[in-house]
């Protein structure tokens, strides 16, 4: 079986990032990861990533006068590296329509609702000022329209009262890890038989 080689984008800590790692290191699981990208210095998942040897990048976007630039730098990157699927693990940049466009149906995002509702930051917040009692994560495709893409998968969690925003978004972290993975699989899965 091929594996699909995959990048991985971070800005932060990058939990969702080491369990897709730790993923693949199942010898049948249809991906590798070849590369990670951080837009941010000194961002906590680069260490796990080069603990796990694999190669590391960071690019920051301050140091680019356009998103255009910042994130031509980061396709030439990818394509280097010979990577066929992004995901998106807490990479906080929005990516222009162009670049989304370059890799449609190779771009993945997990997102801490079950889109479509709650789209952007605070999605806890959000969930608890709305008043839902099931919240949870999606995997989605990205499109050029915030976290409109098509959805590839979903996990719910109730809502409790008392919850606050940290008990709910740990709860939610707790499905995302389970599902990106599986999310991932199924997706390179796909391309690998192309």
């Given at each position: 079986?091929?594996?699909?080689?995959?990048?991985?984008?971070?800005?932060?800590?990058?939990?969702?990032?080491?369990?897709?790692?730790?993923?693949?290191?199942?010898?049948?699981?249809?991906?590798?990861?070849?590369?990670?990208?951080?837009?941010?210095?000194?961002?906590?998942?680069?260490a796990v990533a080069e603990s796990n040897g694999i190669k590391v990048l960071t690019i920051k976007h301050r140091d680019f006068a356009t998103r255009?630039?910042?994130?031509?730098?980061?396709?030439?990157?990818?394509?280097?590296?010979?990577?066929?699927?992004i995901c998106l693990a807490g990479f906080m940049r929005i990516l222009s329509?162009?670049?989304?466009?370059?890799?449609?149906?190779?771009?993945?995002?997990?997102?801490?609702?079950?889109?479509?509702?709650?789209?952007?930051?605070?999605?806890?917040?959000?969930?608890?000022?709305?008043?839902?009692?099931?919240?949870?994560?999606?995997?989605?495709?990205?499109?050029?329209?915030?976290?409109?893409?098509?959805?590839?998968?979903?996990?719910?969690?109730?809502?409790?009262?008392?919850?606050?925003?940290?008990?709910?978004?740990?709860?939610?972290?707790?499905?995302?890890?389970?599902?990106?993975?599986?999310?991932?699989?199924?997706?390179?899965?796909?391309?690998?038989?192309?």
């Amino acid at each position: 079986m091929r594996r699909v080689r995959t990048g991985i984008l971070i800005s932060g800590r990058g939990t969702n990032m080491a369990a897709l790692i730790e993923a693949t290191k199942a010898p049948d699981y249809p991906a590798e990861i070849v590369l990670v990208i951080s837009n941010v210095e000194g961002a906590g998942g680069l260490a796990v990533a080069e603990s796990n040897g694999i190669k590391v990048l960071t690019i920051k976007h301050r140091d680019f006068a356009t998103r255009e630039a910042f994130e031509a730098v980061l396709d030439i990157a990818l394509t280097g590296a010979g990577v066929e699927l992004i995901c998106l693990a807490g990479f906080m940049r929005i990516l222009s329509g162009s670049f989304i466009e370059r890799w449609q149906g190779h771009l993945l995002n997990i997102h801490p609702s079950l889109l479509p509702q709650f789209r952007g930051l605070h999605t806890h917040e959000q969930a608890l000022s709305a008043g839902v009692k099931t919240h949870g994560c999606t995997v989605h495709h990205v499109v050029p329209e915030l976290d409109a893409g098509p959805i590839i998968a979903q996990s719910t969690v109730p809502v409790f009262d008392g919850d606050t925003a940290d008990t709910l978004a740990s709860r939610v972290l707790a499905e995302e890890i389970k599902l990106y993975p599986s999310s991932l699989a199924k997706i390179a899965k796909s391309l690998s038989a192309l």
